[in-house]
């Protein structure tokens, strides 16, 4: 089942995802770090993309940036598949670096700039690579420390995110430090990490209200933004691109994920899809049923294909739980991100 391709409409803000495959380290050391995050500068330079937001971790990398007149793929390309080749060489290995897709999501600038920002700038603390917030500050894989001098990158463009905070560069600092500081208490705002309807309108709450009034939304898996937003951008792209279906791609996550949690649990996926009464698999269905449809968005009818079981066991499942909530109150919430709300 193919994935939709990328929507790759120069000028378009995009915040990038890189893996390393199979959850691999993409950085051994210092070195590489250097090396990748000059690839990331000189490649900037060359294709006019403004980097605005960026992160290096251990085993994967976050970029906000607009792209230039060639394209994110050609920037991407370019990026990966020069530092792989150096990487490869320098630790000698061979085979793949990183995941063939990297995970790109066009954003809406007026809404989720800031708070794009300051998550992927926040990235390095949540992982523990930074022990506290000052230390953040001069964590030096990120652009945090370039925004606040602790760092120096020319293509990174500071200036872009300080405008919203002012003109004078001591008040500026202080206004974007505070800023991050409080989404910092936010936790991980999985929201920001794609797009689609759920994340787009804030949650399966607001879904639901927006069903309960009868209102549409139109969205896309490839795209963080209003309905008008999610428009404007198909009626850029060429017709081929639009006709397509982007569920397809999220299918596709969703069975991926299906098969990891089938591996972890030592069931495999023929026996689960099979009805299997197995004590591992009722667990697993049920778990899986609320995950698909409450944090992925998937039907009801969808759901049951991947697990292999009727759309109406798949009712039935959101049914107990709801009864389960009432009669239990406050201990079991169904929500996007936790199946159980434990």
Not at 108 to 121: A, C, G, R, T
Not at 219 to 239: A, M, P, T, W
Not at 248 to 257: D, H, I, P, W
Request: one cysteine or more; glycine letters at 8%.
């Amino acid at each position: 089942m193919p994935r939709g391709p990328r929507l790759d409409t120069p000028g378009t803000l995009h915040h990038v995802m890189v893996r390393g495959i199979d959850g691999c380290q993409i950085v051994m050391d210092d070195d590489d770090r250097e090396f990748f995050v000059y690839r990331v500068g000189r490649l900037a330079e060359e294709t006019n993309t403004n980097i605005y937001a960026w992160a290096l971790m251990t085993n994967h990398a976050h970029i906000l940036l607009k792209s230039g007149e060639m394209g994110l793929s050609s920037f991407m390309r370019k990026l990966l598949t020069g530092y792989a080749t150096w990487y490869n060489q320098r630790h000698k290995r061979h085979g793949h670096l990183f995941q063939n897709r990297y995970k790109s999501i066009i954003c809406e600038e007026e809404p989720y700039f800031l708070k794009l920002v300051s998550y992927i700038h926040l990235n390095p603390l949540r992982a523990g690579l930074a022990g506290s917030f000052d230390e953040l500050s001069r964590y030096r894989w990120s652009g945090h420390a370039v925004i606040l001098r602790y760092a120096r990158h020319d293509w990174q463009d500071v200036g872009a995110v300080l405008k919203f905070f002012g003109e004078n560069y001591a008040q500026t600092k202080a206004a974007y430090l505070s800023f991050v500081e409080e989404a910092s208490r936010k936790g991980h705002q999985p929201e920001l990490t794609g797009g689609g309807l759920i994340r787009s309108v804030g949650g399966w709450s607001e879904v639901k209200s927006l069903r309960q009034r009868g209102e549409k939304h139109f969205s896309d898996e490839r795209i963080l933004g209003s309905g008008k937003f999610v428009r404007d951008i198909l009626e850029q792209v060429d017709d081929s691109v639009k006709g397509l279906v982007p569920a397809a791609g999220l299918r596709k996550e969703v069975a991926e994920e299906l098969l990891k949690r089938c591996e972890a649990l030592g069931v495999s996926l023929h026996l689960l899809q099979s009805g299997s009464k197995r004590r591992e698999c009722t667990a697993l269905r049920k778990e899986f049923a609320v995950k698909s449809v409450m944090e992925f968005g998937l039907t009801y009818a969808e759901t049951a294909r991947q697990l292999g079981i009727s759309t109406s066991a798949v009712n039935q499942i959101f049914r107990r739980l709801a009864s389960m909530k009432s009669s239990v109150k406050n201990k079991y919430t169904i929500s996007p991100t936790s199946p159980y709300g434990l």
